[in-house]
């Protein structure tokens, strides 16, 4: 029996990013349905659900993705509201990336050595990523702040953040702002981990700043597009030490991220009652990295 995976992305071109992804993990068929409302989620999983009888629903999948995270939430909602008794089939969601990115750079973050009581810092990390990587950074233990960088509603971007980070996962955070090099600085201060979350080609760190910065031993970065949101940071660079601190550009984090996503997609095969969102995700990368 062929495995069927059913891609329901909220953009209106469903993301071919993902549906490579799918079929270089195991996928045999993809039905890609692009600008799916909530609404619109019911029929289409029925479709994937009643046409098999549950021993083979293993062989149905459910992919949620799209850039915002927002509408895939939502998605995912609905997707599991469908299911009942053994009529069911695995959902992940990885909207915008949000998951695999957040989970493989916290994974690499936390290979340089346990952060549990110590000062981590998410630059930029009010976006999708960045928070889901705040929340996993502090499900681990980690002092975590989440800092706005834009000039503008900093510190109300901020605090917004937080809160949905605090509902969503349970967890505190703290929220503060970094919307120039001053501010950038008195935010690291003590911090031993830092997470460039920012948009692509947005600098975030001199390397001035990181080069003599007295506590910091780890630095990520998931932005690829130069300029690096860490400056002097490959992209290639997966732990390089440079002045006792381990370095993750972002193609060093990207090759777990990848791993990850298509090890996620070929587990929704592997049993039909399976929903990977952060946390599941997360797991997974801990036992690729391990």
């Known amino acids: 029996m062929k495995k069927i995976l059913l891609q329901l992305d ?5 993301s071919v990013f993902d549906a490579v992804t799918a079929y270089d993990a195991c996928a045999d068929i993809l039905l890609q349905y692009g600008g799916v409302e909530a609404a619109e989620v019911r029929a289409l999983v029925y479709g994937a659900m009643f046409t098999r009888g549950p021993s083979d629903l293993k062989n149905s999948a459910i992919f949620v993705g799209g850039t915002d995270v927002a509408k895939g939430e939502a998605m995912l909602k609905e997707v599991c509201g469908c299911f009942f008794g053994p009529l069911r089939t695995s959902v ?14 916290i994974v690499k973050l936390l290979s340089a050595g346990d952060l549990r009581g110590k000062k981590a810092v998410v630059l930029a990390g009010t976006g999708p990523v960045g928070r889901r990587a705040a929340a996993l950074l502090a499900k681990e233990g980690a002092d975590v702040v989440v800092a706005e960088t834009l000039p503008t509603e900093t510190m109300e971007r901020a605090k917004a953040a ?19 090099v001053d501010a950038t600085g008195r935010v690291l201060e003590g ?9 692509a080609g947005l600098q975030l ?47 060093g984090i990207g090759d777990l991220k990848m791993r990850v996503h ?7 095969f592997e049993q039909s009652d399976l929903v990977l969102d952060a946390e599941e995700i997360f797991a997974l990368a801990k036992e690729l990295s391990g």
């Open 10 to 14: 909220s953009d209106r071109t469903a």
């Open 205 to 251: 760190i001199s390397e001035t700043l990181w080069r003599g910065h007295p506590t910091l031993r780890v630095l990520g970065d998931v932005n690829a597009v130069p300029p690096a949101g860490i400056e002097g940071v490959k992209p290639t660079w997966n732990g390089k030490e440079i002045d006792g601190k381990l370095l993750f550009g972002a193609l």
């Open 162 to 180: 937080c809160a949905t980070i605090e509902e969503r996962f349970g967890v505190q955070v703290t929220p503060a702002a970094a919307a120039d």
């Open 191 to 199: 911090a031993e981990a830092v997470l460039c979350t920012g948009a």
């Open 262 to 268: 298509r090890r996620s997609i070929a587990r929704l």
């Open 92 to 105: 992940m969601l990885d909207a915008n990336g949000c998951n695999t990115t957040a989970t493989a750079a």
